[in-house]
């Protein structure tokens, strides 16, 4: 491609650039970054997952921790918290 040229130059040339390391980093960091808060979202919402499915293991309301073993179950199958209203599926 005939516009691309210099940027091919430009990428092959020996380090002869003195800032050339650096704008690769900038724009390594700038492909990166948008990237940061998405992973880290990830990451929450597994330990959420993870920290819900003991609380229900355990028989308790994930939300706000009341023993859910001796409530009676739904129709549905789900156990009604009183304490705070959330309807779990418990799988005692």
Request: glycine content about 6%.
């Amino acid at each position: 491609m005939p516009g691309l040229n210099w940027a091919a130059r430009w990428l092959t040339s020996p380090l002869t650039i003195p800032g050339k390391q650096v704008i690769m980093l900038l724009v390594l960091m700038a492909l990166i970054w948008p990237l940061l808060p998405l992973l880290l979202r990830i990451q929450r919402w597994e330990e959420r997952k993870q920290l819900r499915t003991s609380y229900l293991a355990a028989g308790h309301c994930p939300s706000c921790d009341y023993d859910l073993s001796a409530q009676p179950k739904q129709p549905d199958g789900c156990s009604l918290c009183p304490e705070c209203g959330a309807a779990w599926k418990i799988s005692i």
